[in-house]
């Protein structure tokens, strides 16, 4: 595998995980008990922290990005697998 092949995938794998952590922990300005900007929506963030957001994804995606990589050498799953044709008895 190439390494501009490996920074995509890892990419792909870091966005992903970003929007998998973004909810976690973060919490409304009335569980803060915090005073809210006049016209702002009730349920933005109040704690909103990128750098921890930032963080978790970049742990996340590593082991994401492991397991795949462990599964591009050692074909766990392969195409062939994921032909769900051969499950179903349709043919072409």
Same mark, same amino acid.
């Not at 973060?26 to 005073?35: F, M, Q, S």
């Not at 742990?59 to 082991?63: F, H, K, N, R």
């Not at 994921?82 to 499950?87: K, N, Q, S, V």
């Given at each position: 595998?190439?390494?501009?092949?490996?920074?995509? +995938?890892?990419?792909?794998?870091?966005?992903?995980?970003a929007? +998998?952590?973004? *909810?976690f922990g973060?919490?409304?300005?009335?569980?803060?008990?915090?005073?809210k900007?006049? !016209?702002?929506?009730?349920?933005? *963030? !109040?704690?909103?922290? *990128?750098? %921890?957001?930032?963080l %978790?994804a970049t742990? &996340?995606?590593? &082991?994401m990005?492991?397991?795949f990589?462990?599964?591009?050498?050692?074909?766990?799953?392969?195409?062939?697998d994921?032909?769900?044709?051969?499950?179903f008895?349709?043919?072409?």
């Open positions: 595998m190439k390494i501009t092949s490996i920074i995509a +995938i890892y990419a792909l794998f870091w966005v992903m995980a929007f +998998i952590v973004l *909810p973060v919490r409304t300005h009335d569980e803060l008990g915090a005073a900007v006049p !016209g702002q929506v009730d349920s933005a *963030p !109040g704690n909103f922290a *990128p750098r %921890r957001i930032a %978790r742990i &996340l995606s590593a &082991l990005f492991a397991f990589y462990a599964n591009y050498f050692n074909e766990w799953i392969t195409v062939a994921l032909d769900l044709t051969t499950y008895g349709h043919s072409s």
